[in-house]
């Protein structure tokens, strides 16, 4: 019988999270059962409370990801189970993606790169003008860790940054709009980074997507679940909506057919934290955590 801890391994393709030596540390099950003591997941797979129930020795959820909306949380606190997630490590990342989003959207690479591929460059000529992404005005849906590396990296893009989230910043200088629908209305391009979960379902809805107008564009590196899919893909179609870049959707990995086929969006299968550098810091982060709760020290990122 093995002297390793055993753990449930919820993560479906664990090579791409930096979790490909997770076996060496742990004795890895893939099914629930008694003397089961950790879990590891994602921020996609979470866990729900009947799965936690069907593990009477559950002690630590160590989820590798920093949104943790699909992981019954307080369930578990509920029962005494800790939860760990890896914050602050994929920040840079996620950042960087959301700029990157920015640009291809405002200045159609994704799109061009196909108009040259597909050979219509050569039977069509130049493609049609974009928009310039230097000199709009940026707002920030959720100004936490991650939102805060999109302003400091909009900033020189950007001729005035501005967010909204529940609770004003003291160390910002950024503009504070006092809700989510005056954010979009004063802004060209709104960029949503607020945490997932109920709290933040659908706040952006049809009132914010109207506000950010024909000319507007909306950036998704959140969680599908803060737009209201439907009514977004309704507004860019008819264009109520100017364009949109997402890294993120309601029922991933499903992307809402319409979509497919519109030149005012670039689409990316959730690609946030996905380089070799940011997840191997993050697995590691998984099995620190995991090493540190079974060796009785202090957790490194416990939720609380
Ligand atoms: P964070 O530091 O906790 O920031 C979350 C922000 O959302 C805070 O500014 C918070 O401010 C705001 N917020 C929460 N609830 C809100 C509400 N109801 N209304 C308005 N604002 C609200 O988290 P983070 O590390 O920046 O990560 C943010 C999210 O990015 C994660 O939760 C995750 O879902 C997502 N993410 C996506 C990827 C990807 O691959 N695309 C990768 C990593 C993370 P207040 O509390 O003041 O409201």
């Not at 449930?8 to 997770?22: D, S, Y």
């Not at 959820?61 to 189970?81: E, F, L, N």
């Not at 030149?263 to 620190?288: F, K, W, Y």
Request: proline share 5%.
């Amino acid at each position: 019988m093995s002297d390793k801890q055993a753990v449930l391994m919820l993560v479906k393709r664990p090579e791409l999270w930096g979790l490909e030596q997770l076996g060496e540390h742990f004795d890895l099950r893939t099914v629930p059962g008694p003397g089961i003591r950790a879990v590891v997941t994602g921020g996609t797979e979470g866990i729900d409370a009947a799965t936690m129930d069907a593990l009477p020795d559950l002690e630590i959820i160590s989820v590798c990801a920093v949104g943790y909306d699909s992981t019954d949380v307080a369930h578990a606190r509920s029962r005494g189970i800790v939860v760990t997630n890896t914050p602050d490590v994929l920040t840079d990342d996620v950042a960087d993606l959301a700029i990157g989003l920015m640009l291809a959207t405002s200045r159609r690479i994704a799109q061009h790169d196909r108009y040259v591929r597909d050979g219509e460059w050569v039977s069509k000529g130049s493609p049609p003008l974009t928009r310039r992404m230097s000199g709009r005005r940026i707002g920030i849906l959720g100004l936490g860790r991650i939102g805060l590396a999109i302003a400091k990296r909009a900033e020189p893009f950007a001729t005035e940054i501005a967010y909204y989230s529940r609770n004003k910043r003291d160390d910002v200088s950024y503009r504070y709009a006092p809700d989510v629908v005056s954010l979009a209305a004063s802004v060209d391009i709104l960029v949503v980074a607020t945490s997932g979960g109920k709290d933040t379902a659908k706040l952006v809805d049809a009132a914010t997507i109207e506000a950010l107008g024909p000319d507007g564009m909306l950036v998704n590196i959140a969680r599908g679940s803060v737009i209201d899919e439907d009514t977004l893909v309704a507004a860019l179609a008819d264009g109520r909506l100017g364009s949109a870049g997402l890294d993120v959707f309601a029922d991933e990995p499903n992307v809402p057919q319409a979509l497919l086929s519109m030149q005012n969006v670039v689409l990316l299968p959730h690609q946030g934290s996905a380089t070799v550098e940011t997840r191997a810091v993050m697995g590691q982060l998984v099995i620190d955590n995991l090493d540190a709760h079974f060796s009785g020290r202090s957790l490194i990122t416990p939720l609380w």
